[in-house]
T-cell receptor, first 113, second 112 residues
Framework: NAGVTQTPKFQVLKTGQSMTLQCAQD?????MSWYRQDPGMGLRLIHY???????DQGEVPNGYNVSRSTTEDFPLRLLSAAPSQTSVYFC????????????FGDGTRLSIL | KQEVTQIPAALSVPEGENLVLNCSFT??????LQWFRQDPGKGLTSLLL?????REQTSGRLNASLDKSSGRSTLYIAASQPGDSATYLC???????????FGPGTSLSVIP
């Protein structure tokens, strides 16, 4: 059981480049979410999904896109990277956010120059 | 809009002390309140989840309480140990959109 797997672990981008952060889980969880973590600000919700084919915006969705074509995968796309998107990104999953705690991946550390 | 705050931002205690971490939330319409631990450079690990109908949950030396009416939760750590040093975050799950909203965390240092 791998849990929640995030790739890559580290990435450096130039301003204006695009990229996709990958998140996969093997626990058959319906609920998946993406957060960014900046110093002193805890985790801020970017996008989340309550099941395949369903996504919704979190607290800070601008500049990011998501899709959920399968239960297992929930990729996060940066359309045109900006220095303000330099952060640590965490993916999480649970069977249901209403009754179960979320399992977190190890994070992707993203720097945008 | 749900807002979650945590006090204090940082805490340093000598080994063996009992301590309390505080979490406040503005909207009492929640499914649950969760506490997580984060070690430096790592992801989050779930410690306790309290459903909205519950008052408290316990796991070993940890006890978390929930008072929905006042918008508060506390995490009590008994007989603290250096291995408890980490950042502790609380999170509230909204009933309106199933969003899980985090507080900024409390950085705990237990001094041997």
């Amino acid at each position: 059981n791998a849990g929640v797997t995030q790739t890559p672990k580290f990435q450096v981008l130039k301003t204006g480049q695009s990229m996709t952060l990958q998140c996969a889980q093997d626990m058959n969880h319906e609920y998946m979410s993406w957060y960014r973590q900046d110093p002193g600000m805890g985790l801020r919700l970017i996008h989340y999904s309550v099941g395949a084919g369903i996504t919704d915006q979190g607290e800070v969705p601008n500049g990011y896109n998501v899709s959920r074509s399968t239960t297992e995968d929930f990729p996060l796309r940066l359309l045109s990277a900006a220095p303000s998107q330099t952060s640590v990104y965490f993916c999480a999953s649970s069977y249901s956010s209403r009754v179960q705690p979320q399992h977190f991946g190890d994070g992707t550390r993203l720097s945008i120059l | 809009k749900q807002e979650v705050t945590q006090i204090p931002a940082a805490l340093s205690v000598p080994e063996g002390e009992n301590l309390v971490l505080n979490c406040s939330f503005t909207d009492s319409a929640i499914y649950n309140l969760q506490w997580f631990r984060q070690d430096p450079g790592k992801g989050l690990t779930s410690l306790l989840l309290i459903q909205s109908s519950q008052r408290e949950q316990t796991s070993g030396r940890l006890n978390a309480s929930l008072d929905k009416s006042s918008g508060r939760s506390t995490l009590y750590i008994a007989a603290s140990q250096p291995g408890d040093s980490a950042t502790y975050l609380c999170a509230a799950t909204e009933t309106s959109y199933d969003k899980v909203i985090f507080g900024p965390g409390t950085s705990l240092s237990v001094i041997p």
